[in-house]
């Protein structure tokens, strides 16, 4: 299926888990190599998070760079205290590079410096009107809601061309679903310990804490306050639907294994060469795509029927 | 304080505003506010109604339009703002940038409150939404700390209203997709969480189970209490234990930081239920009026009376309570 418009870029999003130091660095050191076009670093998550200062995001950012990705930085989703908004001020003011802004705070820090900004998915960008006050704000590229469908988001597209926002739209294409934040750490709950005493056991989970119901069906993912789907979300037989909407980049989030192939799979897929439907191949965890079809997010269209 | 009390139904609001509700609030008949239940909520013409009693009391109403347009409705919503402004409500409760610029600039004389769906967490957030959109006061999420309120309202360009009473959402309001997730609805597109119509309850011998659209939530042993499948209120499975993973059934209850409130200039307390009876409303609104009026009267020896407290947790979820995340330890 040839299309006449460019197929999308693919970004890697930020890393929603947390991880060591090592890690983090081994990580980068082989995105370097990877085929994406962009590369959103920071800590989204948890402000406790600390092994990484914002600093060290800025070396692996240069270093990313030079490898000829575009860096974005991304703000913490949820501000709760004067010391978040400290680093979330040192953050908007780093200088080099640009700000994935996922809350108000960044967006008034932003916009009031005139800086430019991408504008996160849980913003909740649902109509025209809103991006509409997002362009004027200084916003660069937007993410789409999470539970936005293909139908809603085809429509949307088009009004915002006819409105005048014509900046560029990514999609949540592979990796387990932001869905919550909450002021609560469930892995410290997990554990019996208070969110001030965490012991940061978050990074015993490189992947997450899987929630399952009581008949072992993978529900959520607890990391930290954050709240992810069961099911990983993997869109990669959508991209040339993508292209022909007008969707600009695919986001993947990043997984502690096995990233390479995920990010192989998708480029193979951006240039039209689909491996036989096999959504287990990836990875060892149940596959949904739901809302992609406007239904509930964790349905699979792949395996079941309607 | 002002005390502001939930009206899903025109008994209900008046209910409130003769047991001594300083404010109300309501939403209309359709996906424009955060409590869309079957039965629920206002017809233009009650809303007439309402509207004219609680103003011949000398009571305020607000107008909930707080869920988010959706690229097939866009004239849903602002539909609904022009349509309070007609009525004449006091203030617009909206959340979503798009509506909130559309009410600045068609109906700038009528107040605008920024919603609890509308997640602003710092004072950095509430100066957003009042430069872009002149709000007048904001409704802040239930996420934050006795500590973080006291930090954000030295700060805060706007009026502050802070949820006093009922259920408690645990996840930051507004930016929470595990109802959509399980169901397809979701607070933001359709006001929604875990909506009624994906719920089943069952007989089984491992006891009574309760499904949101097919996932097991909860199952309950003999002679326990079985709680309305919120799917963030179930029993799950992590790492071996079974538990409430995420919060247990319980309600919020900051009858005890009235004075600590009061005292950082908060505006207005908040109930939350509209999808609650005229009845609860009326017991609510009636001891959070006592509660405040002792407040006034001597805010140094305020002391929750112990009947309160006992009224209060009596129409609680699970009939316990809780000071939720304003105090720390709940984390």
């Given at each position: 299926m040839p299309s006449t418009t460019q197929s999308p870029q693919i970004s890697l999003g930020p890393v929603l888990y947390y991880w060591t130091r090592e890690h983090y660095a081994d990580f980068y050191r082989e995105a370097a190599d990877w085929p994406v076009d962009i590369v959103t670093l920071g800590e989204?998550?948890?402000?406790?998070?600390?092994?990484?200062k914002l600093d060290d995001w800025l070396g692996i950012g240069r270093e990313l760079s030079q490898s000829g990705k575009q860096v974005v930085l991304a703000s913490q989703t949820l501000i709760e205290s004067e010391a978040d908004l400290r680093d979330l001020r040192k953050l908007c003011d780093n200088g080099d590079f640009i700000v994935e802004a996922n809350d108000q705070s960044a967006l008034q820090r932003l916009s009031s410096a005139r800086l430019p900004f991408i504008a996160g998915a849980a913003l909740n960008l649902y109509n025209p009107a809103t991006l509409g006050v997002m362009a004027r704000a200084g916003m660069q590229r937007w993410q789409v809601p999470v539970e936005m469908s293909r139908e809603d988001l085809a429509r949307l597209i088009d009004d915002c061309h006819q409105t005048g926002v014509s900046q560029p739209c990514e999609v949540f294409a592979y990796g387990h679903l932001p869905l919550a934040w909450s002021s609560r750490c469930f892995t410290a709950r997990r554990h019996q310990k208070p969110k001030d005493r965490?012991?940061?056991?978050?990074?015993?989970?490189p992947e997450g804490l899987a929630l399952r119901s009581q008949e072992a069906h993978d529900v959520f993912t607890l990391n930290g306050i954050q709240t992810l789907s069961g099911a990983c979300q993997d869109l990669r037989h959508e991209l040339s639907a993508m292209t022909e909407m007008g969707v600009s980049v695919a986001r993947l989030s990043p997984r502690a294994t096995g990233m390479a192939e995920v990010v192989n799979a998708f480029d193979q897929a951006r240039h039209g060469k689909l491996p036989a439907p096999d959504p287990l191949a990836l990875v060892d965890a149940e596959m949904c795509d739901g809302y992609w079809y406007?239904?509930?997010?964790?349905?699979n269209s792949r395996t079941q029927a309607g | 304080m002002e005390l502001v009390c939930p009206a899903g139904n025109l008994p209900a609001l008046k209910r409130a505003v003769n047991e001594g509700a300083d404010a109300v609030y309501f939403g209309f008949q359709?996906?424009?506010?955060?409590?869309?239940?079957?039965?629920?909520n206002f017809t233009d013409k009650r809303a007439h109604e309402g509207i004219d009693y609680a103003h011949a009391h000398g009571k305020r109403v607000f107008c909930a339009i707080n869920t988010y347009p959706q690229p097939d409705g866009w004239q849903q919503w602002t539909r609904a703002v022009d349509q309070a402004v007609e009525l004449g409500v006091d203030a617009l409760i909206l959340a979503d940038m798009g509506l909130l610029d559309y009410a600045t600039r068609h109906h700038p004389n009528v107040a605008r409150h920024l919603s609890v769906q509308g997640s602003a967490t710092s004072h950095e957030a509430l100066k957003f939404y009042h430069e872009q959109f002149g709000i007048k006061r904001a409704v802040l999420p239930r996420v934050l700390s006795i500590t973080q309120v006291r930090d954000l309202a030295k700060q805060t360009p706007v009026e502050l209203e802070v949820f006093?009473?009922?259920?408690?959402?645990?996840?930051a309001e507004g930016r929470c997709y595990l109802s959509s997730y399980l169901t397809g609805e979701s607070p933001n597109t359709r006001g929604v969480c875990s909506p009624a119509a994906h719920v089943r309850w069952e007989e089984t011998p491992q006891g009574l189970e309760s499904r949101l659209n097919g996932v097991l939530i909860d199952r309950y042993a003999d002679g326990e209490r079985a709680g309305y499948p919120t799917l963030c209120k179930g029993r799950f499975e992590v790492d071996g234990e079974t538990y409430h993973a995420i919060e247990e059934p319980t309600s919020l209850n900051t009858l005890e930081l009235l004075p600590e409130l009061k005292g950082l200039g908060i505006s207005a307390v908040k109930i939350e239920g509209r999808q609650r009876s005229p009845a609860y409303v009326s017991k609510v609104a009636s001891i959070w009026r006592q509660a405040l009026d002792r407040l006034e009267e001597a805010p140094d020896r305020f002391h929750p009376d112990s009947a309160w407290m006992a009224g209060l947790a009596e129409l609680s979820e699970g009939a316990t309570t809780t000071l939720g995340a304003y105090e720390r330890r709940w984390k």
């Open positions: 989204t998550v948890c402000s406790r998070r600390r092994d990484m965490c012991q940061f056991v978050c990074q015993q989970y406007g239904r509930p997010g964790m349905d | 359709n996906t424009t506010n955060a409590r869309q239940f079957a039965g629920l006093a009473f009922g259920s408690l959402c645990i996840m």
